[in-house]
């Protein structure tokens, strides 16, 4: 039994390295930010689904908030259902790429690289 424990508590550890590996390559995030910028490039852009929400442009914000964020829509602690199905279908590298290329903006970069 002990063993089994020791086995359980590497595995365990060797996963949460892993998870802490993932680096974001903002260049990788190029081709994926075009499902972001629909909303998230609009200045005072709001949805009105599931009810009135403000959305936030996300140039320059830290890369740890927008990849927590990310996380949480994903295990479905946030409950916004576009950015639950979105964030679904986002792997722990793509979140890492998309957290990094927006943390290299600033509030005032063009938030719509697409223009």
């Known amino acids: 039994m002990k063993k089994l424990l020791t086995l ?8 949460a390295a892993q998870a802490q590996e993932v680096k974001g ?4 995030a190029q081709g994926k930010v075009a499902m972001c910028i629909g909303c998230h490039a609009l200045p005072g852009y709001r949805a009105s ?6 959305v936030p442009l996300l140039g320059g ?10 996380h949480a829509y994903k295990k479905g602690d946030r409950k ?12 722990d590298k793509d979140i890492a790429d998309l957290s990094a290329y927006y943390a290299g903006m ?6 719509n690289p697409m223009k």
């Open 25 to 28: 390559d903002v260049a990788a």
């Open 80 to 91: 916004h259902p576009t950015m639950r199905s979105i964030a679904a279908s986002l792997s």
């Open 49 to 54: 689904f599931p009810e009135m929400y403000t």
């Open 106 to 111: 600033t509030p005032e970069t063009n938030n």
């Open 8 to 15: 359980v508590a590497l595995a365990v550890a060797a996963g």
């Open 61 to 70: 914000q830290s890369a740890k908030y927008i990849e927590n964020a990310l």
